[in-house]
């Protein structure tokens, strides 16, 4: 019988790369689109060609970039970049056979954008912030029209849910005959999850819910109550919510447990102010409060504390003020903050005590 012939394999040493990658095209290191044509216009096609040219001499015509070309054909770079899109602005867009002016047959129309719009960003592993439309009006016009989002999104569900809101809430002046869509792409943000802690709701679903709220109310018009670096006593401040993810609770403590653990805290009394305040009317009594009729309550004032006066803006006629305040306590157990606006000279209930 015939014994069949030892197949050797030949290791390939770190100085031996030079002389086989030679004979290859230069393609193969995946040059840029400029790198490239100016490799071709110079004649040089294979690695070794490449190779046999002094560094500083390329480098001087061609830009520094190159010298991580020659790294890469020398095998002295350990590892190869991972590829990156080069284009981050994606657009898609059509004219229209037919002006469109209602809603329904508009909304078929971006339904396409969108889906082909966010099939690429897929593609690309990436998502878009913002989305920007320019519209070409039947009048002559052009309308340019912007769409925030909280995180970014390549879901084209919620994108084309996006875009029906804010034409809903502002329809465009004129018939449209055309769109043109387009985006940068930025990276998605990633949900890390806790090995203690039980998976929650995902942070898109939030950012979504909240992008749509601003798109139905306008913008700045949603976020958490803040108080501002004011003075005035009915000022009040609006922030934006905190970026769903990997929570900072966590991050305030060793153990992740405590994220979750309840915090007990005496409250005592809670002030719950009245916007608008409420109209009154008062008695005065010896300097004091004595007698309340308002829509929130109406009776007899058995103790007032007060008054402490808040002054401001006396610089501004449409600005300033000048309250007093009074802490009062109904006959019915209700405990009540009063205020009198010298300038208009009226009383009002401007907030209870819960």
């Keep these: 019988s015939r014994k069949a012939p030892l197949q050797t394999t030949r290791i390939l040493l770190p100085e031996d790369e030079s002389g086989f990658l030679s004979p290859l095209p230069i393609d193969l290191l995946d040059p840029d689109d400029r790198t490239a044509q100016a490799l071709t216009r110079f004649g040089l096609h294979r690695i070794g060609d490449l190779l046999r040219l002094p560094r500083r001499d390329l480098a001087a015509r061609l830009g520094p970039d190159l010298l991580r070309l020659i790294a890469r054909a020398r095998g002295e770079e350990r590892e190869v970049p991972l590829a990156e899109p080069r284009i981050d602005r994606l657009e898609e867009g059509i004219d229209l056979e037919a002006p469109i002016e209602r809603l329904e047959p508009l909304s078929f129309v971006l339904r396409g954008l969108v889906s082909r719009l966010a099939e690429r960003l897929a593609l690309r592993s990436l998502g878009c912030r913002e989305l920007c439309l320019d519209l070409q009006l039947g009048n002559g016009m052009k309308e340019r029209r912007r769409v925030g989002m909280a995180s970014p999104c390549q879901d084209a569900r919620v994108l084309l849910r996006l875009l029906r809101r804010a034409f809903e809430t502002r329809p465009p002046g004129a018939a449209i005959e055309g769109i043109s869509l387009f985006c940068e792409g930025v990276p998605l943000r990633q949900e890390q999850l806790d090995l203690f802690l039980p998976r929650g709701p995902a942070p898109n679903e939030l950012d979504e819910t909240l992008a749509e709220l601003d798109s139905i109310c306008g913008a700045g018009r949603v976020g958490t109550p803040e108080v501002p670096d004011d003075?005035?006593?009915?000022?009040?401040?609006?922030?934006?919510?905190?970026?769903?993810?990997?929570?900072?609770?966590?991050?305030r403590s060793g153990d992740p447990r405590e994220a979750n653990r309840p915090i007990f805290r005496d409250p005592g009394l809670?002030?719950?102010?009245?916007?608008?305040?409420?109209?009154?009317?008062v008695r005065i009594e010896r300097g004091t409060p004595a007698f309340l009729r308002s829509a929130i309550s109406r009776g007899e004032i058995r103790r007032a504390a007060g008054p402490w006066r808040t002054t401001g803006y006396w610089w501004s006629p449409s600005r300033r003020f000048a309250v007093d305040h009074y802490d009062v306590l109904m006959d019915d157990g209700s405990l009540l903050r009063l205020c009198f606006d010298w300038r208009t000279k009226w009383w009002q209930v401007d907030g209870l005590y819960d």
């Design 231 to 251: 003075h005035r006593p009915d000022g009040f401040g609006l922030k934006p919510f905190f970026q769903t993810g990997p929570g900072s609770a966590k991050q």
């Design 270 to 281: 809670t002030l719950r102010a009245l916007r608008p305040p409420l109209r009154a009317e």
